[in-house]
């Protein structure tokens, strides 16, 4: 039985697969990253033409992170995921309130998601700059209910919860505000392709 067993072997030969059979040539180095990575991490190729930047949004997530961001992960997988050698060097923290008993407690109270409690929890907590959303479509729709309501706009959402009820439809809201966004089109997504995202934003700024 042959195979390879060096991981930084493994994936350079990855990254190498991956070069060689994109459809899409990206012009943006830092674009490129985030797109290769994603499908590192899933191995879908899909998400070289359903991944959408906003115009500002790698120029806007790499300030926030020099700078030392706070994000909101609405799962404990992202908070997992996220590379803690990287974030440290880079002196963020990571924050998810979904398991706080007050949230608990509310949610439950007003027959509602406990992601959706959580993301008002956020949205008032001033460290957090980034919000990074794989799970729940409520949580995005709920972030964007309150920037309507005054509350100030992060300075980067990653939008891509995964599902068939809300997941979609959430991101299409997205794409309407004028906010820097990295998201995926349609149903898929998930708690891994926001880590691969933050991951590859952080390995840029630290390569550079």
């Keep these: 039985m042959s195979y390879m067993n060096d991981p930084k072997g493994i994936e350079k030969r ?33 998400y070289s033409n359903i991944l959408k930047f906003s115009p500002d949004a790698i120029e806007k997530g790499i300030e926030t992170l020099k700078s030392g961001a706070g994000i909101y992960c609405d799962t404990k997988m992202i908070m997992s995921g996220v590379n803690k050698i990287s974030l440290n060097k880079l002196d963020g923290n990571l924050h998810n309130f979904v398991h706080d008993e007050d949230v608990v407690l509310e949610a439950k109270k007003r027959g509602v998601t406990r992601s959706t409690v959580a993301m008002e929890k956020a949205l008032r907590n001033k460290e957090i700059e980034i919000f990074a959303i794989g799970n729940a479509p409520t949580a995005l729709y709920t972030l964007l209910e309150m920037i309507e309501k005054g509350y100030p706009k992060p300075s980067l959402i990653i939008g ?49």
């Design 14 to 46: 990855s990254f190498e697969i991956i070069t060689s059979e994109m459809d899409i040539t990206f012009s943006d180095s830092r674009m490129d990253a985030i797109v290769k990575r994603v499908i590192h991490t899933t191995a879908d190729f899909e």
């Design 160 to 208: 891509v919860p995964v599902g068939f009820v809300g997941a979609a439809e959430s991101k299409e809201e997205l794409e309407k505000y004028d906010i820097p966004y990295i998201l995926t089109k349609g149903r898929k997504g998930g708690s891994t392709v926001a880590v691969a995202i933050i991951n590859a934003l952080m390995k840029y700024i630290l390569e550079n």
